[in-house]
């Protein structure tokens, strides 16, 4: 199923999370930075986070930049992930990815638009988990990873991660993505989406709630009566 710009700025806006401080040696190796993520894997449960999203369209050179919230949480071997953006603002825009549907809700216009991952839910579910949550194992499987050193983020210690999906219809929307990855935690500070355009979605994020416990509320759409719903 082809992606549309659309549902590729939605999920270039929501493939990354941070997390508490690490501590990995500097002369790390790729080998054992995948081997911690698989470890720390499992005990992942969910985060909620704010989160600044910085989209860049190389054609015009604009830079379009929007804050907000933003929850992950595993459920059984799925993740969900909701995000509110600009909330209260006219361009807010309400986002949710749960049972292979991603809802993109702008309460301005009183319009929501549901894109379903049909037969390629694996393939939406892996990039949800690309920047949190996945093993070292299920990342490499999906993934030609390049590690690119050790770096402080906000005193975090990560292992920069460039990653080149495996799979062509990825490639043709996303030629690199790069995460910059605390390994105890398996949570990214940071993650850079360049598209072959030379266009590029940048997410970063701050006051981590790590495993909190997140209430199921978290992950239900509030649409208003009389809005417009599209399915794409």
Do not use: C
């Amino acid at each position: 199923m082809p992606y549309s710009m659309k549902s590729i700025r939605v999920w270039s806006a929501v493939l990354v999370l941070i997390a508490a401080p690490a501590a990995m040696p500097q002369d790390a190796t790729l080998e054992k930075v995948l081997a911690q993520m698989d470890a720390s894997s499992a005990k992942f449960q969910d985060v909620q986070a704010d989160v600044t999203v910085d989209n860049y369209t190389a054609v015009v050179q604009d830079h379009e930049t929007q804050k907000g919230i933003t929850a992950f949480r595993r459920v059984g071997s799925s993740m969900e992930m909701a995000m509110v953006l600009d909330k209260g603002q006219q361009g807010e825009r309400d986002i949710l990815y749960k049972n292979g549907e991603l809802n993109y809700y702008q309460p301005a216009v009183k319009q929501e638009t549901i894109f379903s991952a049909g037969a390629n839910r694996g393939e939406y579910d892996s990039l949800l988990a690309t920047g949190f949550g996945a093993s070292g194992k299920e990342l490499a499987a999906a993934w030609d990873i390049t590690l690119q050193g050790m770096e402080i983020i906000d005193g975090v210690q990560t292992a920069k991660l460039d990653l080149v999906s495996k799979q062509a219809n990825v490639r043709n929307n996303f030629s690199h993505v790069t995460i910059w990855v605390d390994p105890t935690r398996d949570i990214s500070l940071k993650v850079v989406m360049l598209q072959p355009t030379g266009d590029s979605h940048t997410a970063a994020y701050s006051d981590i709630r790590y495993n909190a416990h997140l209430p199921a509320s978290l992950f239900t759409l509030k649409v208003a009566s009389g809005t417009q719903v599209q399915r794409r």
